[in-house]
């Protein structure tokens, strides 16, 4: 199986940027659909962003779309999430997950393994 560290987060201005890391070992991750979710206090956690095991199709939650980028370097095993224009509405704890097969890309039960989270601040 497959174990994921996230890195990258931290406090940021309104307006900014931060680009998360998952580093993964154990597997490569060609092998898994790969997603990045988020978690903000008393909400559940929410789909951001998605890269296909192939790497050729990638998905994103409404609210992302046009400011943050997935994507993967397989020789580095790491998948990237590149977040610009970032507001306070961004602020929660970010995972890193991966799944074995298909299923709904958006839902938190589509995949097998998870990392332990990076906190993203957005000050305005």
């Known amino acids: 199986q497959v174990q994921l560290v996230e890195s990258g987060g931290g406090l940021v201005q309104a307006g900014g940027s931060l680009r998360l890391s998952c580093a993964a070992s154990?597997?490569?991750?060609?092998?898994?659909?790969m997603g990045w979710f988020r978690q903000a206090p008393g909400k559940e956690r929410e789909f951001v962003a998605a890269?296909?095991?192939?790497?050729?199709?990638?998905y994103y939650a409404d609210s992302v779309k046009g400011r943050f980028t997935i994507s993967r370097d397989s020789t580095k095993n790491t998948v990237y999430l590149q977040m610009n224009s970032l507001k306070p509405g961004d602020t929660a704890v970010y995972y890193c997950?991966?799944?074995?097969?298909?299923?709904?890309?958006?839902?938190?039960?589509?995949?097998?393994?998870w990392g332990q989270g990076t906190q993203v601040t957005v000050s305005s």
């Open positions: 997950a991966a799944r074995d097969y298909g299923g709904n890309w958006y839902v938190p039960s589509s995949y097998n393994y």
């Open positions: 890269i296909a095991r192939t790497g050729d199709s990638t």
């Open positions: 154990g597997r490569t991750v060609s092998r898994y659909g």
